[in-house]
Nanobody, 121 residues
Framework: QVQLVESGGGLVQAGGSLRLSCAAS????????MAWYRQAPGKQREFIAS???????GYADSVKGRFTISRDNGKNTVYLQMSSLEPADTGVYYC???????????????WGQGTQVAVSS
């Protein structure tokens, strides 16, 4: 079994910062890309940022320049440093990872349980 557990969410004022963490654990052979998504109330889940094992990252236009994704491969952990937060950033943030559980199994997509971020105006 593989688990992804997010942490670091909370309530913050507009202009503030938060750092989210997501740690993968369980039967992990390898992790390919890791990513962050969010889902605002009444909205579809949207892509925020992704990072591959080499460290190359990509961002949604809405967060580019404000958010930074990083990862620690030794800890199987991905981070999302969020700054200059806006009320529109409010939502549940989900960690996603492509993980192989053995060298004979194809990569599968895993999701964390989500962590709530609320940005007040």
């Amino acid at each position: 079994q593989v688990q992804l557990v997010e942490s670091g969410g909370g309530l913050v004022q507009a202009g503030g910062s938060l750092r989210l963490s997501c740690a993968a654990s369980g039967s992990i052979f390898s992790i390919n890309a890791m990513a962050w998504y969010r889902q605002a109330p009444g909205k579809q889940r949207e892509f925020i940022a992704s990072i591959i094992s080499s460290g190359s990252a990509g961002y949604a236009d809405s967060v580019k320049g404000r958010f930074t994704i990083s990862r620690d491969n030794g800890k199987n952990t991905v981070y999302l440093q969020m700054s200059s937060l806006e009320p529109a950033d409010t939502g549940v943030y989900y960690c996603n990872a492509g993980i192989r559980t053995s060298n004979t199994h194809d990569e599968s997509d895993y999701w964390g349980q989500g962590t709530q971020v609320a940005v007040s105006s």
